[in-house]
């Protein structure tokens, strides 16, 4: 289980023979059982690459398919397994691992897609709560117009009311000035008439 050591084993081994046909399936499998699954992925191409016959290259690219679905690259993991399986089509595994790969591959469209409506339906809501608060802030400055509106009326009326007022005002002012004329007239008028005298009526 030391993995790690194997690896660097491996790595020496393909240095003294790069031409090596199992160095880099080997140094697959320990770079793989260290979870580092694309430095994997690399070697298993490799494998596959350089192999003699169709068996070692169909292992090669299941196991490449095998890296790539830990990494969650499912399309390219699908096409990994569907070439291992034209190269030895009775794997079952391989054939197991290949549905295994599309499901996942499934539920990751489908959550992708969740998320889209999620995203479509948070922007419809915000874009219903944006009509909202645009329709209460239109409704409110109606109201303040109105009320705006309905100040100056009143405004309007009580400064009628107060002209009114002072019209009558001086329209007493007026009568009373009249009615005082008028005592003075007749006063005039008395002093002016011809006082009458009594004659003596000659018989």
Same mark, same amino acid.
Do not use: C
């Given at each position: 289980?030391?993995?790690?050591?194997?690896?660097?084993?491996?790595?020496k081994?393909?240095?003294?023979?790069?031409?090596?046909?199992q160095?880099?399936?080997?140094?697959?499998d320990?770079? /793989?059982? $260290?979870?580092?699954?694309d430095?994997?992925? !690399?070697?298993?191409r490799?494998?596959?690459?350089?192999?003699?016959d169709?068996?070692i290259?169909?292992?090669a690219?299941? #196991?490449?398919? #095998?890296?790539?679905?830990?990494? +969650?690259?499912y399309?390219?993991?699908?096409?990994s /397994?569907?070439?291992?399986?034209?190269? #030895?089509?009775?794997?079952?595994?391989?054939?197991?691992?290949? !549905?295994?790969?599309?499901?996942m591959?499934r539920?990751?469209? $489908?959550?992708?897609?969740?998320?889209?409506?999620?995203?479509k339906?948070?922007?419809?809501d915000? +874009?219903?709560? +944006?009509?909202?608060q645009?329709?209460?802030?239109q409704?409110?400055? +109606?109201?303040d117009?109105?009320?705006?509106d309905?100040?100056k009326q009143?405004q $309007?009326?009580q400064?009628?009311?107060?002209?009114? !007022?002072?019209?009558?005002?001086?329209a007493e002012?007026i009568l009373?000035?009249?009615k005082n004329e !008028?005592?003075?007239v007749?006063?005039?008028l008395?002093?002016?008439?011809?006082?009458?005298?009594q004659?003596e009526?000659?018989?």
């Open positions: 289980n030391k993995f790690s050591d194997a690896e660097v084993s491996y790595r081994a393909l240095e003294l023979d790069k031409g090596a046909l160095g880099p399936f080997n140094l697959g320990a770079l /793989y059982r $260290q979870d580092r699954f430095e994997a992925a !690399e070697q298993y490799s494998a596959a690459e350089r192999a003699p169709r068996d290259k169909a292992q690219m299941h #196991n490449l398919g #095998n890296a790539l679905l830990r990494s +969650k690259k399309p390219e993991s699908i096409a /397994y569907k070439e291992a399986l034209k190269l #030895n089509p009775k794997d079952a595994e391989t054939k197991y691992n290949l !549905e295994y790969a599309k499901q591959l539920q990751e469209q $489908q959550q992708q897609q969740q998320k889209q409506d999620q995203k339906d948070d922007k419809k915000q +874009k219903k709560d +944006k009509q909202k645009d329709q209460q802030k409704d409110q400055q +109606k109201q117009q109105q009320k705006q309905q100040q009143d $309007q009326k400064q009628a009311q107060r002209k009114q !007022e002072i019209s009558k005002a001086d002012r009373e000035a009249l !008028e005592k003075n007749k006063k005039k008395q002093k002016k008439a011809p006082v009458r005298v004659v009526k000659d018989w």
